[in-house]
């Protein structure tokens, strides 16, 4: 039901589907409510898809530094029983 009042709205304001409502001037806006509820509901749209995909990339961002984290902790710890099985060597070689 939206859609046909806005294509209506459209149609009252001599606007086509295919024009782009960023040429509409503040002027036209103010005077014009019909024009002002179009372009504020496309720019609103147009926000929530970008809020979205901005959410999208935060959440495989966080996905890939939880995985990295977790792979340098692994390394780390590899590395630590190397050290400590290098220092037993030398101690064990030492010894003898």
Known sequence: MNRFRDAEG?????LTP???LSDATETHLHCNPV???IVSQ???SRMN???DAEGRRLMELTVNSQASVKALKDKQDKAERILK????KLIASTVI
């Open 42 to 44: 496309e720019l609103k």
């Open 35 to 37: 024009l002002f509820r």
């Open 85 to 88: 099985l290098a220092e037993v």
């Open 18 to 20: 295919q024009v782009n």
């Open 10 to 14: 459209r149609r009252l304001i001599g």
């Open 49 to 51: 898809r970008f809020r």
